[in-house]
């Protein structure tokens, strides 16, 4: 097994399954928990994580660390992840969104499905009464929504033992009330009234007897903790507003720090991973889901949450916010634009899952929000594809190169002299790509000079090159207009120095050029992307990220592709000679209309 990068969330869950612990029993005492029991019976010897997204945007690289951070893990220790959607805010969630993460978690490789057939493993043995198991074919798709009924019933709970109450105070009177670091806040003054009355207030609340924004339900905890999270946290909030799942069942909708806790719980989540700023949430969470324990509402042992760092992504910005800034403002062309850090912009620009998840996996997990360089990730990408993206050659800045004694030398101007190459330098399976050579070639504007510097060995009057897979030609000068711009290479071919034939290397030269034949190469559009931003930390201090896009993110220009390409289909990777990987676009491509994305280049050259 390969040495896994540091990753303290492993030594907390190889600590608790030592310690031989017994994640909490399926609940069966929350009807209307209907998501929580089609789950069936879970099986207690087993961890079980979460990954919780707001179905509010697209999800973004940084969600890909939690993705395979909390799959990643159940995975390792014989758990299961639930892929739960945290939709208890009406106002910004949608079906789309819904559709779009679950297309994104399965696109990175990972499943909440348990297969049909598939052995539980990891009963505890003895028990068989006891020992439930996750039942095949168990969908581990979960909707915080659906937790509704329970999540008001917990509330009202908390009510009658005088741990909650119905606060009327304005929203400036709260704020003001709850106190900063430096000062304890002030009680509310509808804190002491007795349960019945906020039973009674909650319940019209409930009821759509007071307008949006009146009054919120509170915890009751202490005005004066240290951590403003504790003093009297929001609860409940009213508002009219059509939920995706629950359409207008509810006026009334739990805030995410209620909510959460409780969701957890009830999915007998043993380990809940989230990012760091919610380290001050804990304590709540603690006190949520011990009260809630105490009354009997939830089972025992209970959930406990951990928190990892942050991954950063240099030359990104990850704020949903700021994401949505950049389409709505149309600096980017959608959600989905190349140069997007969201998980179906990076899919379009071509990055694989594979390489996604490795360099999501290189950076462990640890208690400190991290920058990765975005070249890691190129690395990755490399790593990836040079094993196994067919080659073929384009021209991305062409200009005619004409073979004077082409005639001379194949008896005709109308002879194709066949030429070939392995798809794949390590892949036979992959087979040859044939081409062949005419007597006029498309080759790149900067392998010709008439005056070179020093150690160019390209095309210059009177040098010798290969043509790759061709062979050896000497160039004689060039064509131009009249306003002395290059229309045209001129060169002559040198016989007997084909590529592959006895006798090829007689002649040596020090230049390679790349070509696409006139004749059979293919135009296509090439879409050459570089960073959405000129600064590694976009929003780094008070700089607004929208200063510094790089107005040269993205340069779409016509060049040739070799023939090989004409079956190319989108979403197909390859390695351009000397250019760097390429992806056919998965929106735009088409046969007769061929587009291609650059993923990033051979080498790391960012910032040469
Ligand atoms: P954003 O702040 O970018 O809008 P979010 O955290 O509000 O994202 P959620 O849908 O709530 O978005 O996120 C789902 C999960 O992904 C959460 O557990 C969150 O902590 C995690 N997550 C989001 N961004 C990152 C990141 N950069 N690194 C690691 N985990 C992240
Ligand atoms: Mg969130
Ligand atoms: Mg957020």
């Known amino acids: 097994d390969a040495v896994k990068p540091s990753n303290f969330l492993r ?37 079980r994580t979460r990954f919780p997204p707001e179905p509010n945007g697209y999800l973004h690289i940084g969600h890909a660390k939690s993705i395979c951070l909390n799959f990643g893990l159940a995975r390792d220790y014989g758990g299961v992840c639930h892929l739960r959607f945290d939709d208890t805010n009406p106002e910004k969630e949608e079906q789309e969104y819904v559709d779009a993460i679950k297309e994104m978690v399965a696109w990175l ?10 052995a539980s493993g990891g009963a505890a043995s003895g028990d068989a009464a006891s020992a439930g198991t996750d039942a095949a074919g168990t969908s581990h798709l979960f909707y915080a929504s659906n937790y509704f009924d329970f999540m008001y019933r917990a509330a009202e709970y908390l009510v009658s033992q005088d741990l909650a109450y119905v606060d009327e105070q304005t929203p400036e009177e709260m ?33 759509g007897q007071h307008p949006d924004g009146s009054m919120v339900l509170r915890a009751k905890i202490d005005m004066a ?31 995410y720090t209620f909510a959460h806790p409780i969701e957890d719980a009830l999915e007998c989540i043993t380990h809940s991973f989230c990012t760091l700023e919610f380290e001050d949430q804990r304590p709540f969470y ?17 959930p406990h949450q951990y928190e990892f760092g942050r991954l950063n992504l240099s030359y990104v910005v990850t704020s949903k916010r700021k994401l949505r800034q950049l389409v709505e403002e149309g600096h980017v062309q959608g959600w989905d634009d190349p140069r997007m850090p969201t998980l179906v912009g990076m899919r379009r620009r071509g990055y694989t899952p594979e390489s996604i998840r490795a360099m999501v996996e290189s950076t462990g997990a640890s208690k400190t929000n991290s920058w990765i360089d975005y070249s890691v990730l190129d690395g ?28 001379e030398v194949f008896g005709s101007l109308d002879h194709r002299e066949a030429c070939s190459a392995p798809a794949h330098p390590h892949l036979p399976e992959l087979g040859q790509r044939a081409f062949s050579l005419g007597p006029e070639l498309w080759i790149e504007r900067e392998d010709f000079m008439e005056t070179p510097p020093k150690g160019y060995h390209r095309l210059y009057p009177g040098n010798k090159t290969r043509l790759k897979y061709g062979y050896v030609i000497e160039c004689t000068g060039c064509e131009k207009n009249a306003q002395g711009d290059i229309t045209a290479v001129l060169a002559r071919l040198v016989p007997d120095t084909k590529s592959g034939t006895p006798g090829a290397d007689a002649v040596k030269v020090k230049g390679v050029i790349t070509w696409v034949g006139v004749h059979d190469g293919i135009a296509a559009e090439l879409r050459l992307y570089d960073r959405l931003f000129t600064e590694a930390q976009p929003d780094a201090g008070d700089r607004n990220f929208l200063d510094v896009i790089n107005p040269h993110s993205k340069r779409v220009v016509q060049g040739f592709v070799e023939p090989s390409l004409a079956g190319a289909q989108p979403d197909q990777k390859f390695q351009f000679e000397r250019h760097g990987y390429f992806v056919a676009d998965r929106k735009d491509h088409q046969t007769g209309a061929p587009v291609f994305n650059k993923i990033t280049g051979l080498k790391d050259s960012f910032g040469k």
């Not at 609940?27 to 789950?39: I, L, R």
Request: hydrophobic share 35%.
């Open 225 to 255: 903790s240290p951590n403003i999270n504790m003093r009297d946290p929001t609860l409940y909030r009213v508002r009219r507003a059509t939920h995706h799942n629950t359409g207008d069942q509810w006026c009334i909708y739990p805030m």
């Open 380 to 407: 990755y990408l490399r790593a990836d594809l040079e094993g196994k993206a067919a080659r073929a050659m384009a021209v991305v800045d062409p200009v005619k190169l004409k073979l004077e004694n082409y005639a």
């Open 175 to 207: 704020r003001v009330n709850r106190g900063d670091f430096r000062t304890p806040g002030t009680n509310s003054p509808f804190r002491s009234r007795s349960p019945q009355e906020n039973l009674a207030r909650l319940r019209e609340m409930r009821d």
């Open 286 to 302: 603690d006190w949520l889901v011990e009260h809630l324990a105490a009354g009997g509402l939830l089972a025992r042992p209970l």
């Open 109 to 118: 490789g990972w499943s909440w499905e348990t297969p049909a057939g598939a």
């Open 11 to 47: 030594a907390i869950i190889e600590r608790d399954l030592e310690q031989g612990f017994q994640p909490a029993r399926h609940f069966a005492g929350s009807p209307g928990d209907a998501a929580h029991h089609a789950a069936g019976p879970l099986d207690p010897a087993r961890i």
